[in-house]
């Protein structure tokens, strides 16, 4: 008897084994999709807070060139300073406000172009005082203040004004309600949940906006010293992951210091919000796998317990077997298409090198017997290293499928083949094309690539560019894939020792090459 248990111990381990095997399928997929989720909202994050930082630098710069005019102004006329004022407020529309004024040297508010405004006392303001005991001439950007002429609260955008001997001579100031950026950071969708928020390195919030209402007004308030953006030695922009300081809501955050202001953008999504997808489907993948698995076991069960009480239910285990026949059938099918997707590179969607080295092969052989030329194009992204250094590596992988997708633009006949070489290294094979076919290509790629702007301040353009070399085989034995690819690869070379963003081209078996600028 203890024989009959063994065919059924091994069914129900089997079984076992399939809901292991389900499980861990399915809970590694949801892993991957939650993470190809968090990194995709960081990624728009950023792109984001790049926006509202070039918004901000234009504001602060355009007011400080205010503050320089009117300064100079009051300097040379200041009897003319409120014509100078109203002047500059009609230049700017109503887009941006001015409240501009000045406190003399002894603190107190001696000209203004807000109406019947009083003399006040303003020297304890920290905006005062820093130009009071500072000498030098610095734009200061203050915490949100509540004005005690207007009874608002504003941001102090102020410069020293010289006496006539050099000195001290008072501050000139200009205010700011932090709603002219809440504002502008309310036109852009992060979100219920999500929020946009300036912030100083002093840790003093300057503006916020969020369609989830704070708690209480965030105006003014310290962010905790731990944010990465608060660390010197931490990069410029990046992305990282905490509970808010305001709603204690938790949120994906990225920011961007400002290179020449003492602030910091901060574009922050909530992450119930970027994971709503995610859990969605993560309740409906459980259910069904519950349910999968719940119909394995029991199918399990009965086909053990049947095998045990009747041996005459052997038409049932055979029909059981051929569905465990079909279950491997679907398996191999789904290994076919593994192997298909060994073929591609994970990141970029294109063919791997593997790839690229057999079909080369392939085509080279198929070019003889054809009696065709055939034409390899060798791309590298110009400054790379510079690209991952300045805007991060997400950005970096980012770049690279941009610039893939622009090669297969170029590159869109259906026989012809791009594959990642290796790094930012792009390898291209056109069958059936002589040098003129694979200089046209190459042009399209330098075009299509130029009409994407892609930013790259570690080159000396700005821009993203790419060095091409080409090399074209004629049909015939002499004419092997490493020759191809050493002379594509050489011709890349010269490309980038004579000033990269350019193409080289080379035709084997004859005595010229031709160089192409982009």
């Known amino acids: 008897m203890r024989g009959h248990w063994r065919i059924p111990a091994a069914i129900l381990a089997v079984v076992t084994l399939m809901i292991g095997g389900l499980w861990t399928a399915l809970l590694h997929d949801l892993e991957r999709d939650r993470e190809a989720l968090t990194a995709s909202a960081g990624v728009d994050a950023l792109n984001l807070a790049r926006a509202f930082e070039e918004h901000v630098v234009r504001t602060v710069d355009d007011i400080d060139s205010i503050l320089l005019l009117l300064r100079h102004d009051w300097v040379k006329e200041p009897e003319r300073f409120a014509e100078r004022a109203a002047i500059m407020q009609t230049a700017l529309g109503r887009s941006l406000r001015l409240q501009v004024s000045i406190i003399d040297r002894d603190g107190h508010l001696t000209a203004s172009n807000i109406p019947d405004a009083e003399r006040l006392y303003l020297g304890d303001r920290p905006h005062f005082k820093v130009h009071q005991i500072d000498g030098g001439?610095?734009?200061?950007?203050?915490?949100?203040?509540?004005?005690?002429?207007?009874?608002?609260?504003?941001?102090?955008?102020?410069?020293?004004?010289?006496?006539?001997?050099?000195?001290?001579g008072g501050v000139i100031v200009l205010a700011l309600s932090p709603d002219y950026f809440a504002d502008f950071y309310k036109t852009i969708d992060v979100g219920h949940s999500g929020a946009v928020t300036l912030i100083g390195l002093d840790r003093v919030i300057r503006a916020r906006a969020s369609k989830l209402p704070a708690p209480e007004n965030p105006l003014g308030r310290l962010v905790p010293g731990e944010r990465p953006f608060f660390n010197p030695a931490a990069p410029a922009a990046g992305v990282y992951r905490a509970p808010s300081s305001v709603d204690n809501v938790q949120r994906i955050g990225a920011y961007r210091r400002l290179a020449n202001h003492p602030l910091v953008v901060l574009v922050v999504l909530a992450e119930s919000e970027v994971l709503a997808p995610y859990l969605e489907r993560r309740g409906t993948t459980l259910a069904v796998g519950a349910a999968v698995s719940a119909l394995l076991a029991l199918a399990g069960v009965l086909l053990a317990r049947s095998y045990h009480h009747n041996l005459a239910m052997r038409d049932t285990l055979a029909v059981k077997a051929d569905e465990l026949a079909a279950a491997g059938e679907r398996v191999q099918d789904a290994n076919r298409k593994l192997k298909e997707l060994a073929r591609l590179d994970p990141l970029l969607g294109i063919f791997n090198r593997r790839h690229f080295d057999e079909a080369l092969e392939v085509e080279l052989?198929?070019?003889?017997?054809?009696?065709?030329?055939?034409?390899?194009?060798?791309?590298?992204?110009?400054?790379?290293?510079?690209?991952?250094?300045?805007y991060g590596h997400q950005a970096g992988d980012e770049c690279l499928r941009r610039v893939a997708k622009a090669v297969c633009a170029a590159a869109r006949r259906p026989a012809d083949l791009v594959a990642r070489y290796g790094g930012e290294e792009i390898a291209v094979v056109l069958p059936d094309t002589g040098a003129e076919g694979a200089a046209d290509v190459a042009e399209r790629i330098h075009t299509t690539l130029a009409s994407l702007g892609i930013s790259n301040v570690g080159a000396a353009s700005g821009r993203l560019t790419v060095s091409i070399g080409v090399a074209v085989a004629p049909p015939g034995p002499e004419v092997t894939a490493a020759h191809l690819i050493a002379t594509a690869d050489r011709m890349l070379y010269e490309v980038k020792r004579t000033g990269r963003n350019g193409t080289r081209l080379t035709s084997l078996g004859y005595a010229a090459d031709v160089m192409a600028a982009s």
């Open 137 to 168: 001439d610095a734009l200061y950007v203050s915490e949100p203040v509540l004005g005690r002429v207007t009874k608002r609260w504003t941001l102090q955008f102020t410069r020293r004004v010289p006496a006539p001997d050099g000195g001290f």
């Open 365 to 390: 052989l198929r070019a003889r017997r054809a009696g065709t030329p055939t034409a390899l194009l060798m791309l590298d992204i110009d400054h790379f290293k510079a690209f991952n250094d300045t």
